[in-house]
């Protein structure tokens, strides 16, 4: 039975991906894939509950390099979200990252892919009805295009709004191409939202690719015209997935969605036209 994935890691070289699981959510299909009908779900059951939701991982990443540790977004953290036919569940992170051996204070930095609350929110927690901020020795990093759409007065921001303000006094901008390590690049996926980031983890001649939200299921693998609901600009998300695909059918990469069920990890070949995923 398909569940969210349980905490993994890839190693490339001396470098480690770890995916550190906040929980999970489930989604009706046809809602957030709208243009799809369940028909076209009748070949995907495998990645369906048995009340026929979708099951979604919901989580965040550490990359470990010989001297940096770096956390990639931050999950919901405690709570669930609760709209319409979603439910979500977070709150496991710092059990994970415990689990892993980590104490919070190795955490050099946290980069965000982007600002949604799924991936923000886990920074901060309640102490005596306050939000604190937790990942204390932490620079904190984003995408430039990602901080500014908040200046737009019209950017909803009720359900990150606690994450925005602790992040205010501390947040640093960068710029695609720029480096959060040597082994680690910042590429521009704009489209989910419109400063949407993935990171390129290299190592000789071998890659992964943290994708963030740019495929929310292995479905958008074969069918990178579906459009995900929360995508901010459909038209440019789709743009955004075609251009990846063809980067993630090169040799020696490895793809990595945050959202993906049982497996965040896999690697995608062209086949006679068609992509195809193969869970790692
Ligand atoms: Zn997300």
């Keep these: 039975m398909v569940a969210a994935a349980p905490l993994q890691h890839i190693q490339l070289d001396t470098i480690r991906v770890t ?4 929980g999970y959510a489930f989604f009706s299909p046809t809602d957030l894939f709208p243009t799809t009908t369940l028909e076209d779900w009748q070949s995907y059951q495998r990645l369906l509950n048995a009340s026929g939701q979708l099951v979604s991982s919901v989580g965040a990443y550490i990359i470990q390099t010989r001297n940096r540790t770096i956390l990639v977004d931050a999950g919901y953290g405690p709570g669930q979200y609760v709209e319409g036919s979603i439910f979500l569940q977070g709150g496991e992170l710092l059990a994970n990252l415990k689990r892993m051996g980590l104490i919070l ?124 609901s929360f995508d901010h600009d459909p038209k440019l998300a789709k743009v955004a997935r075609q251009h990846m695909l063809q980067e993630l059918a090169k040799p020696e990469t490895i793809a990595i969605g945050t959202h993906l069920a049982d497996s ?13 995923w193969h869970t790692l």
């Design 105 to 228: 204070a190795d955490i050099d930095s946290v980069f965000f892919t982007h600002l949604h609350s799924d991936h923000v929110n886990g920074i901060g927690q309640c102490v005596n009805a306050e939000q604190d901020f937790i990942f204390s020795n932490a620079r904190l990093l984003v995408r430039r295009a990602e901080w500014q759409r908040f200046a737009n007065p019209a950017e909803p921001r009720a359900d990150v709004e606690d994450a925005l303000k602790l992040l205010e006094p501390r947040i640093e901008l960068i710029e695609e191409g720029e480096m959060l390590a040597p082994e680690i690049t910042v590429l521009a996926t704009p489209g989910h939202t419109s400063g949407h980031t993935s990171l390129v983890v290299s190592s000789g001649a071998q890659r992964a690719i943290l994708l963030g939200d740019t495929f929310h299921s292995i479905v958008q693998i074969e069918h990178p015209t579906w459009t995900n």
């Design 264 to 276: 965040v990890f896999g690697r995608v070949t062209l086949d006679q036209g068609r992509y195809q």
């Design 19 to 22: 995916y550190v699981p906040d």
